[in-house]
């Protein structure tokens, strides 16, 4: 794209994407499969990773990383135009099958109902649930303050998500549906997913690949 980002498309294209979602699960249970996505940057490139385990012993069955260059700069509100073009190249290298693909950021908690799980959602016909550390829009009237213990993120009058305390003493997690997932299918997910650490685990080793790689691409 040119140095003049056309924002005022991009934000329409993503209320067209909004229109196409599907808060309703549409992905098969038990959950056996659950991938994480992530994305680590530096300088023009970017590193995607998703990463597939095994629950619940989180097991890696599979890891896939995509190089490329982010199509545009940081815009608040606009990363499912920098990240989610990345992460679709990467899910087309993917080779085995999940159940739900969990991302770093939101997906209808977002000011337009399409943050980045949803973009990736839609476009790639995949179940996607939002997972991101802060809160982008919308209240939370009560923290959660014991371990598993969630309370619902109001926008707008609508509930689009759920503030979860993970285990331990880590911070509250923001989750949301992407795509093909209802709000308590996304919490259950999220749940599912959750190991020692804050975020959910198939996220943490997605992080972990994607940063891997970045270090490996500098030492070579």
């Known amino acids: 794209m040119t140095t003049t980002l056309p924002i005022e498309r991009l934000r329409n294209l993503q209320k067209n994407i909004a229109t196409k979602t599907i808060t309703e699960d549409f992905f098969e249970r038990p959950l056996r499969r659950v991938a994480g ?3 680590a940057y530096s300088n023009s490139k970017a590193y995607a990773a998703i990463v597939i385990t095994e629950l619940p012993s989180f097991k890696v069955i599979e890891e ?4 490329g260059r982010p199509p545009i700069p940081y815009i608040p509100g606009l990363l499912a135009f920098r990240e989610g073009p990345l992460i679709l190249k ?16 939101h997906g209808i908690a977002h000011p337009l109902r399409c943050g980045l799980a949803t973009y990736v959602g839609v476009l790639a016909g995949k179940p996607t649930v939002g997972v991101a550390g802060k809160l982008l ?10 371990p598993l213990e969630y309370t619902p993120i109001q926008f707008e009058g609508n509930v689009v998500g759920y503030c979860l305390k993970p285990r331990g003493r880590g911070k509250p997690i ?15 997910v ?16 997605a992080h972990l690949a ?3 790689a970045r270090r490996s691409d500098h030492r070579g």
Not at 90 to 100: H, P
Not at 174 to 188: E, F, N, Q, T
Not at 190 to 205: N, T, V
């Open 90 to 105: 990467t899910l087309k290298n993917v080779r085995n099958r999940f159940q739900v693909l969990l991302i770093n950021g």
């Open 174 to 188: 923001y989750v949301s549906p992407g795509h093909l997932v209802s709000l308590d299918g996304a919490l259950d």
């Open 137 to 146: 829009i919308g209240r939370v009237l009560q923290q959660p303050k014991k």
């Open 210 to 212: 994607a940063n891997q």
């Open 37 to 39: 996505a992530d994305v």
């Open 64 to 67: 896939t990383v995509y190089v």
């Open 190 to 205: 999220a749940i599912a997913s959750l190991g020692r650490y804050r975020m959910p685990e198939p996220l943490r080793l």
